[in-house]
């Protein structure tokens, strides 16, 4: 992985979505100045590791070109899939600022991808001193508990077809279509929503038989979007999969 710091341009890019944020936007213009001098470049391969789960978390992402994905590794080797960030998105934040200052899980470009860091010793130093950052970050990581929690709460108590049908909902958001395409492989799927790769298959090809989705396999249609936000239920419409 290629690493540089940010040119001018790139500075002006930066700021422009830093002042934007909804957490970021807390820091005073000396503090973005500073933090600003610190920001490196990052390219990566498709299908390169960025960052691994448990290594020192030196850097946040601002992803500015490419897909990146969140993932863990089973002890089996296997990948369990999480999210993926899109241009615009910031991945990592939260390790920032966690004690030991470790990766939650591993970043993975699944398409070559272009990066801008963080740095983590820059975000803590401002937060010290910026208390409206500083509650900034509380409001965002307990979204991001309240997110995780309700997560566990809808799989304690949730069928194969609605995990599927919340998961297909979520894409559509994030791919802001009609027609979406699973982010990564049908098996990573399945470990993601805690059922059978089976069973995924069972629910996809069940509701392309009802006429939920499109009879072909990729990408996937959705074609009854009331049905699957019925079946999800309504207190459950903003359901966020992986929400770390």
């Known amino acids: 992985m290629r690493e540089r710091l940010i040119n001018d341009h790139e500075r002006q890019r930066v700021e422009s979505v830093l002042t934007q944020h909804t957490v970021l936007s807390a820091m ?4 973005c100045r500073s933090l600003l001098g610190s920001v490196v470049s990052l390219e990566a391969r498709a299908g390169e590791v960025m960052f691994s789960e448990e290594r020192p978390a030196r850097y946040c992402m601002l992803i500015a070109e490419g897909v990146v994905a969140g993932v863990r590794y089973t002890a089996g080797g296997d990948e369990k899939f999480f999210r993926t960030f899109h241009v615009g998105d910031i991945a990592g934040l939260t390790a920032m600022f966690l004690p030991e200052g470790r990766y939650l899980m591993s970043y ?11 740095p983590r010793n820059c975000l803590r130093a401002i937060a010290e001193s910026n208390g409206r950052f500083a509650a900034g970050m509380l409001e965002h990581t307990s979204c991001r508990l309240q997110a995780s929690l309700n997560q566990v709460d809808f799989f304690t108590d949730s069928s194969a077809e609605q995990r599927v049908a919340a998961f297909l909902l979520q894409l559509r958001s994030q791919q802001n279509s009609q027609e979406v395409r699973l982010p990564c492989r049908q098996k990573q799927v399945a470990l993601l929503l805690g059922v059978r790769e089976e069973t995924v298959s069972r629910v996809l ?29 309504p207190e459950r419409a903003h359901l966020q999969l992986g929400a770390f």
């Open 28 to 31: 005073s213009e000396s503090e």
């Open 108 to 118: 993975r470009a699944l398409e070559p991808a272009r990066v801008f860091g963080l």
């Open 205 to 233: 090809n069940d509701f392309r038989r009802e006429g939920v989705l499109a009879s072909h396999r990729s990408p996937i249609g959705l074609l009854d979007v009331d049905f699957l936000e019925q079946l999800v239920g």
